[in-house]
């Protein structure tokens, strides 16, 4: 049973992080996209405050998200190499489908920004996971455009940030497994 994927466990122990540039059509449908983000809001969330929302870049808005990641990085490092806009080109139109995350504290609770922050990265993982449980396959990235204010700004302002850009799809390739800590070397046991 411990390899059964039909199993709540084996799901969790069989997710893999796919690269967004090997992930292929199809995605998924508007219908399972939503139960995706349902099942990502169910995330621990002291306070209630969802601290996160979920922004969804269609296939015919990718260009425009291209076009706003590559001016913002030209403003920012006008010596850039052509080779560098080209990646950026290419980052916004990866996967069938595109989830941006993003972080959105209620800086006027009295809730710690910490655990909004954590309840943020948390709603990804638990979209990782939804991905993982319908069939598709995600990859998480950050880089530069989830650091600069300017391609934030396109989706929303401060105090948000963006904590991810959520791409799934249907793996194109096998997915690798990483190496994984070993348990042993990450866990102690507290004695007082």
């Given at each position: 049973?411990?390899?059964?994927?039909?199993?709540?466990?084996?799901?969790?122990?069989?997710?893999?992080?796919?690269?967004?540039?090997?992930?292929?059509?199809?995605?998924?449908?508007?219908?399972?996209?939503?139960?995706?983000?349902?099942?990502?809001?169910?995330?621990?969330?002291?306070?209630?405050?969802?601290?996160?929302?979920?922004?969804?870049?269609?296939?015919?808005a990718r260009g425009a998200l291209a076009a706003r990641i590559i001016s913002?990085?030209?403003?920012?490092?006008?010596?850039?190499?052509?080779?560098?806009?080209?990646?950026?080109?290419?980052?916004?139109?990866q996967a069938p489908a595109l989830v941006v995350v993003m972080s959105s504290?209620?800086?006027?609770?009295?809730?710690?920004?910490?655990?909004?922050?954590?309840?943020?990265?948390?709603?990804?993982?638990?979209?990782?996971?939804?991905?993982?449980?319908?069939?598709?396959?995600?990859?998480?990235?950050?880089?530069?455009?989830?650091?600069?204010?300017?391609?934030?700004?396109?989706?929303?302002?401060?105090?948000?940030?963006?904590?991810?850009?959520?791409?799934?799809?249907?793996?194109?390739?096998?997915?690798?497994?990483?190496?994984?800590?070993?348990?042993?070397?990450?866990?102690?046991?507290?004695?007082?």
């Open positions: 049973m411990f390899n059964d994927r039909s199993t709540p466990l084996s799901l969790l122990e069989t997710r893999r992080s796919a690269r967004p540039r090997d992930l292929v059509a199809p995605g998924p449908d508007d219908a399972t996209l939503a139960r995706m983000l349902a099942i990502a809001a169910r995330t621990p969330d002291h306070g209630k405050l969802a601290p996160w929302r979920f922004v969804i870049v269609p296939a015919e913002a990085y030209r403003a920012e490092r006008p010596e850039a190499k052509q080779t560098e806009i080209d990646s950026f080109e290419r980052f916004a139109a504290p209620r800086p006027e609770s009295h809730i710690p920004l910490w655990e909004q922050e954590l309840s943020a990265g948390a709603a990804c993982m638990n979209l990782l996971h939804a991905a993982h449980a319908t069939g598709f396959a995600g990859g998480w990235v950050t880089g530069w455009p989830a650091y600069s204010e300017s391609v934030r700004d396109a989706f929303g302002a401060a105090p948000e940030r963006i904590a991810g850009f959520i791409f799934i799809g249907t793996p194109g390739a096998a997915l690798e497994e990483r190496p994984r800590p070993d348990p042993g070397a990450v866990t102690t046991r507290w004695t007082g």
